[in-house]
């Protein structure tokens, strides 16, 4: 990440390499959110409780405009001050648990998504600041740990949703392995690993065919930002090893609380041991 560092602090792009803020892109933005919205619509997109997905899409896309604007403004203020730099830090984990936290349950247990994340993120920043490949500035801290509580928040719901549909699914062969003697913890991750364990495939894949399917965010940022292809290419190499240990933290975290019931739908996972 010193190459990250230098990147932070190189010359900006040539503006012809950049999109340009205009009218023009503000359109091709709205038309894209729209045609999102018109085919989830035309499919009949929608959730298991039967709430559908063009409206989801839409207010998605203008709730994103509404952050990013702010966010804009108010990164150039937070990295002046340390303390700032942190609280702005705390605010994007608790937005990111609350979001994981709601997307696998309705009920009060949403907050122990706090647990996978946490764990996930908080050592790989915590080495990286140590070491010196990520300084205390806002410039370099935000984006990185940003990325890493993005994927954390992915790998939790992925993992959470899908162990607890297949505990609802599957309950018979959970009695079932109670009544062979299993306590509850270990008959539910007998059912529920396989489904938590899938939650790792996005990021998998995406590492595996980096350079080849896909060239990610880091990547390209970097070298917009005047980077040589050398730096950024090492730079996204970390981003992608540092996700995947991220993602695997937090997936096996989720499905540990699952399993013991920390983290439950009414009537689905509750009362383990």
């Known amino acids: 990440m010193l190459a990250a560092a230098h990147a932070v602090t190189a010359p900006h792009a040539d503006a012809s390499t950049l999109l340009p803020v205009d009218a023009t892109l503000w359109a091709v933005v709205a038309v894209l959110l729209v045609a999102a919205a018109g085919v989830a619509a035309l499919a009949h997109l929608a959730d298991r409780e039967g709430r559908r997905y063009p409206r989801a899409i839409a207010l998605a896309g203008l709730r994103a405009a509404v952050q990013l604007a702010a966010v804009s403004y108010l990164i150039g203020w937070v990295v002046r001050a340390v303390p700032l730099l942190l609280c702005f830090v705390a605010l994007m984990f608790a937005v990111a648990v609350r979001t994981a936290g709601r ?3 309705a009920n009060r247990t949403w907050w122990w998504t706090a647990v996978p994340i946490g764990a996930g993120v908080l050592p790989v920043v915590a080495a990286l600041l140590l070491t010196g490949l990520v300084p205390l500035k806002g410039i370099a801290l935000i984006p990185v740990t940003g990325i890493l509580i993005g994927g954390a928040l992915t790998a939790t719901v ?8 297949e505990l609802r699914l599957r309950h ?3 009695e079932a392995a109670l009544a062979l003697g299993l306590l509850d913890r270990d008959a539910r991750l007998e059912i529920a690993r ?4 899938e939650a790792l495939i996005p990021g998998l894949d995406q590492t595996r065919t980096v350079g080849l399917v896909t060239l990610p965010g880091a990547f390209v940022g970097m070298l917009l930002g005047g980077a040589s292809p050398v730096q950024a290419g090492a730079v ?3 981003v992608l090893v540092a996700l995947m240990a991220v993602q695997a933290v937090a997936t096996a975290l989720a499905l540990e609380l699952v399993a013991r019931g920390r983290l439950h739908r009414d009537g689905v996972g509750e009362g383990a041991a």
Do not use: C, I, K
């Open 158 to 165: 992925l993992a959470g949703r899908r162990s607890l549909d």
């Open 172 to 174: 018979g062969e959970v």
């Open 236 to 238: 996204q190499l970390f």
């Open 103 to 105: 997307r696998v349950t």
């Open 194 to 197: 396989p489904a938590a364990s």
